[in-house]
């Protein structure tokens, strides 16, 4: 063990709270062979892209980036589900060397006449990149045979970070907004950015809207639906959740189309109340949304209030560590659990910016340790160090975390639970307790269990 | 040739070259390529082990790309050693550095230039572009690969025996092991991740999990008085055991994953006429047992239709084992290369078995809605196909991410298809007992 160490090189992405003079390295690629949580450009596109369900999604390449990406998300449809088919063009020896353009058309004709989707969205992976197969030059043929939009989706792995993949996917996203009708969108209307139907959370937030009175137009992505997206620039205005996704394409349309745009979050009371609230202000002509979002939200919170109380008396004083994609899902995170009486000790991203980082070391209590693009060697001593209860992550990190006798919740793209919206917050606190409070750990060696 | 592959009943060769990676003592993989690779198969593989997995990536950028990948492999490889401090590394391409024409070997060169004063880890590699083959040729490829890389021929040890495994869990590579041991022989098991994917808790986090084939059992292969290689379905040139053959005249028994009486019978008469030993009594009552309980439930069995899909060398066992029990194997998919399956022969009564080669599970779909089927087996992939048609899923082989227990999964040997028997015959009576008017006490 003695002959291991941390990577000096990435001394600078971690930030101890004592000493945060210093700026954290954030937003750069990553270190060769620190094994990063991260994915790759094409990740990112992938996962935003997703939810869409009356779209095909033909990942151009190998077989390995399709068949990694079958039906991952537990993004609910409510209608058609082509989203959760995996569809390749896999790629073998012969066509990267001859090139793929040929399979790639004969595939978009398989797709489009056996599906009769509303679009199709090709991804192009790392071989694509080097072969330099014309992606575009072959969707805008499928698009006019088949007069529906075929779109390329610019996401070749090694170039950039997942970061880059997002917004290759709000480029693509971009492209179909403006192209659909606006006739009898009222003027109260939203589209929710950056929400992806996790386990119906969409659904949830929706239902939400409509109670204070707003129209939602389109979700991007979530239970998503190509003629709703086409006429998205008919909002008033764009509220943005998972804000590492979704910003640059609110960017884009308030460029473009004037609708401006906020950052809203709905994990945790606080968060979910103020996102109402801000949307409800935003329509301040009409007095009865602002009104209606009071109710709501009074209501929701009342009617949880005995159960939250029963939560809170048995997660008092406990600390977690959280490691998340992007950052703005753990400012949130730590509000929400800080208002469980649960500390934060530790708090990370794969893709948070400068800006993100500032904002997370207002909110971190003194001592918290701030982890940028992290790999197993630090989470795994961070925990230790500073004897965390609680380990908020996703799949990856989840063995880690047991494996040392911790407990864990998933707030990644894989659960059945939702967490959003008030109902969301009930489940949080239950599902915490549910790992917090099992009698299992006792028998673990990190607590002094095991054996005989 | 297909225009389009829908819901791949394949996965990519670099996810086999990880697996036997994490069959070696004290190894690190290091993928060449984009991060994703890395972190997809990762995701992958802990979803099915529900263990830590660990895989460094040289993570290519736009510059690495255009220039070539060894700058970054060279520094993956220094920031390994620093982290995990490794006995090995062991390197796999993908698609992205083989198009752009790395040249492993090379880089590996170079490596030991830059650092001759060091003794460890040792550096193997694979090549595994992801265009070429499936996971289950890239897991086989790399057994080859390795053994080639560290096999050496000294003195011959009579009672040393190398066991190429197949893709076995975690607790077939236990039995396997405990098998072979009661012969008296001592086994080289490659590739051994019966701990390093099945662990217990732990006080302090190991970067690299205890377990695993040591380099030093590794060179010792060439001593071995014979091979066991179980890439069944595979080409010669994939095989370990067919190297050692031709390079130091090392004997092979290429054996088919021991599942059902046959299959079982041929694996346990190697091993005893390896150690020239009978079949030691515990196993010879294993398989009595087995029989009579194909005895107690033929009726049960006999003529129910059987979709069985997945790896190769998987189905193939499961199918020539289903054969012996009178159940009807009407579909035998995989995803493994055309070719791949052709020697099954299944039993007379039923010659209307369909064989779907290089499929995906759009074809095993369309098979099952168009034709009868009582009961599907295979990976938990086809929990899609299940739902839809209202069969149960019997969830074996590679990846099963929506149960519990994957490691834990034994079909192997007499005992372990004493297992899988149970449990398919168990299922196909609760479906005749939910089918039933009467709700009957007794079946």
């Given at each position: 063990m003695e002959n291991r160490t941390l990577l000096k090189e990435r001394e600078k992405h971690i930030l101890i709270k004592e000493s945060f003079n210093t700026e954290i390295n954030c937003d750069k690629p990553t270190l060769a062979g620190s094994v990063s949580q991260r994915a790759c450009v094409f990740c990112g596109s992938r996962v935003v892209l997703y939810p869409i369900a009356d779209a095909v999604h033909l990942v151009h390449g190998p077989i390995g980036c399709a068949a990694y990406t079958w039906d991952i998300r537990g993004s609910l449809s409510s209608g058609p589900e082509l989203h959760r088919l995996s569809f390749s063009t896999d790629l073998t020896e012969n066509e990267v060397i001859h090139g793929g353009e040929k399979k790639l058309s004969a595939a978009l004709d398989n797709l489009i006449s056996t599906y009769r989707p509303k679009a199709a969205f090709v991804y192009s992976t790392c071989i694509v990149g080097i072969i330099g197969d014309d992606v575009d030059a072959i969707c805008k043929k499928l698009s006019s045979r088949y007069g529906i939009p075929v779109i390329s989706v610019d996401s070749v792995g090694f170039q950039g970070t997942k970061k880059d993949g997002y917004a290759a996917a709000c480029n693509s996203l971009f492209k179909l907004i403006g192209t659909g009708s606006t006739a009898n969108i009222p003027k109260h209307s939203i589209n929710i950015m950056g929400e992806f139907n996790l386990a119906g959370e969409a659904w949830i937030i929706k239902e939400y809207y409509r109670k204070i009175g707003i129209h939602v137009v389109s979700t991007m992505t979530g239970d998503g639906r190509i003629e709703e997206i086409c006429r998205a620039h008919g909002a008033s205005l764009n509220i943005v959740q998972c804000s590492g996704s979704m910003m640059q394409l609110a960017r884009l349309m308030e460029e473009k189309y004037g609708i401006p745009y906020i950052r809203v979050s709905y994990f945790g009371l606080e968060d979910v109340a103020l996102s109402l609230y801000s949307v409800a202000d935003f329509f301040e002509d009409n007095p009865v949304i602002k009104q209606n979002a009071r109710q709501l939200v009074f209501e929701e919170i009342t009617k949880q209030q005995k159960e939250m109380e029963f939560y809170k008396s048995k997660l008092k004083g406990k600390k977690a560590a959280i490691y998340v994609g992007g950052a703005f899902k753990a400012f949130s995170l730590i509000k929400s659990l800080r208002s469980l009486g649960i500390s934060v000790v530790l708090a990370g991203s794969q893709t948070g910016n400068a800006e993100d980082y500032k904002t997370l070391r207002e909110l971190c209590d003194p001592g918290t340790i701030i982890i940028d693009d992290a790999n197993p060697a630090e989470l795994s001593k961070f925990i230790l160090q500073k004897k965390t209860d609680l380990f908020i992550g996703g799949v990856k990190e989840r063995p880690m975390a047991m494996k040392l006798g911790i407990g864990f919740c998933d707030h990644n793209h894989e659960r059945q639970i939702p967490l959003a919206g008030f109902e969301g917050n009930l489940n949080f606190a239950k599902e915490i307790c549910s790992s917090l409070l099992?009698?299992?750990?006792?028998?673990t060696k990190s607590r002094e269990g095991g054996a005989i | 040739m297909k225009d389009v592959t829908k819901n791949a009943c394949h996965l990519c060769a670099p996810l086999g070259a990880s697996l036997v990676y994490k069959g070696i003592k004290n190894c690190v993989t290091i993928l060449h390529g984009s991060q994703g690779c890395a972190t997809y198969i990762r995701r992958y593989m802990i979803g099915h082990y529900r263990e830590p997995v660990d895989i460094a990536s040289s993570s290519f950028t736009e510059h690495t790309a255009v220039f070539g990948g060894q700058e970054n492999l060279l520094k993956s490889i220094e920031n390994v050693i620093q982290t995990y401090d490794p006995d090995i590394i062991g390197i796999a391409t993908t698609c992205l550095s083989e198009t752009i024409g790395d040249d492993i070997s090379m880089i590996i060169k170079e490596y030991q230039k830059r650092n001759m004063e060091r003794t460890r880890p040792v550096i193997l590699y694979t090549s595994t572009p992801s265009y070429r083959g499936t996971h289950v040729t890239g897991f086989f490829k790399t057994i080859h690969d390795v053994v080639t890389q560290t096999s050496k021929q000294a003195v011959t040890n009579a009672g040393q025996i190398n066991i190429f495994n197949g893709l076995f869990s975690p607790a077939e590579i236990r039995v396997i092991r405990t098998i072979v041991s009661d012969f008296s022989l001592f086994p080289v098991i490659f590739p051994d991740y019966s701990d390093t994917l099945d662990g217990g808790s732990w006080n302090q986090y190991h970067p690299v999990p205890p377990g695993g084939t040591s380099l030093k059992k590794l060179s010792s292969c060439g001593n071995s008085a014979a091979s066991i290689d179980f890439s069944f379905c595979q080409k010669d040139e994939l095989s370990a055991g067919m190297f050692l053959k031709e390079k130091f005249d090392i004997p092979c028994f290429k054996n088919a994953y021991p599942i059902g009486i046959e299959l079982c019978d041929n694996f346990f008469k190697t091993l005893s006429t390896l150690s020239q030993k009978p079949v030691p009594e515990i196993y010879t009552q294993q398989r009595e047992r087995l029989i009579d309980a194909y005895v107690d439930s033929h009726k049960y069995l006999y003529g129910q239709k059987a979709v069985v899909f997945g790896e190769e060398n998987l189905v193939y066992s499961i199918c020539t084992f289903l054969a012996e029990t009178g159940i009807n194997v009407v579909c035998a998919a995989t995803g493994g290369p055309a070719g791949s399956i052709s020697g099954l022969k299944l039993n007379d009564y039923f010659n209307q078995t369909s064989i779907l080669e290089d499929c995906d599970y759009e074809d095993i779909e369309e098979w099952v809605i168009h034709n009868e089927t009582d009961i599907l087996i295979g990976s938990s992939r086809g929990n899609k196909i299940a739902k839809l048609s209202g069969k149960p899923l019997i969830r074996c082989g590679f990846p099963i991410h929506d149960r519990i227990g994957a490691s834990r999964q034994e079909f192997l040997g007499y005992n372990g298809t004493h297992n899988l028997f149970d449990q398919i015959t168990n299922t196909i009576i609760e479906r005749m007992q939910n089918s039933m008017p009467a709700n009957y006490a007794t079946m």
């Open positions: 099992s009698p299992v750990w006792k028998f | -």
